[in-house]
């Protein structure tokens, strides 16, 4: 049974920082791309940020969190992070991250499982 679990969120303020983590079990995680998508509240999920299966040498940012925002993966902890910097108030949401076989798409209905989410409040 594949799991896939966020964890990180919390409440900060207007420029500061977050680290998400997100763990997988019961899949080959090295084997697939890992991405993270956020939803905010009265809107459309949203894709964040992916990166690629095995070395992770390719990665791809949504434009409103280039810049800002580091997606990384360790195969060996089976967990995928995202790295986020210089928080707005726009970056409030629930984060999720999923696991698909297709290479950097942004399309969430393209990964093949997903974590239930995890809260992320910026304050202004």
């Known amino acids: 049974q594949v799991q896939v679990v966020e964890s990180g969120g919390g409440l900060v303020q207007t420029g500061g920082s977050l680290r998400l983590s997100c763990a997988a079990s019961?899949?080959?995680?090295?084997?697939?791309?890992m991405g993270w998508f956020r939803q905010a509240a009265g809107k459309e999920r949203e894709f964040v940020a992916v990166?690629?299966?095995?070395?992770?040498?390719?990665?791809r940012y949504a434009d409103s969190v280039r810049g800002r925002f580091t997606i990384s993966r360790d195969n060996a902890k089976n967990t995928v992070y995202l790295e986020m910097n210089s928080l707005k108030f726009e970056d409030t949401a629930v984060y999720y991250c999923?696991?698909?076989?297709?290479?950097?798409?942004?399309?969430?209905?393209?990964?093949?499982?997903w974590g239930q989410g995890t809260q992320v409040t910026v304050s202004s």
């Open positions: 999923a696991a698909g076989k297709n290479l950097l798409t942004v399309v969430p209905g393209r990964y093949d499982y």
């Open positions: 019961g899949l080959t995680f090295g084997s697939y791309a």
């Open positions: 990166i690629s299966s095995w070395n992770g040498g390719s990665t």
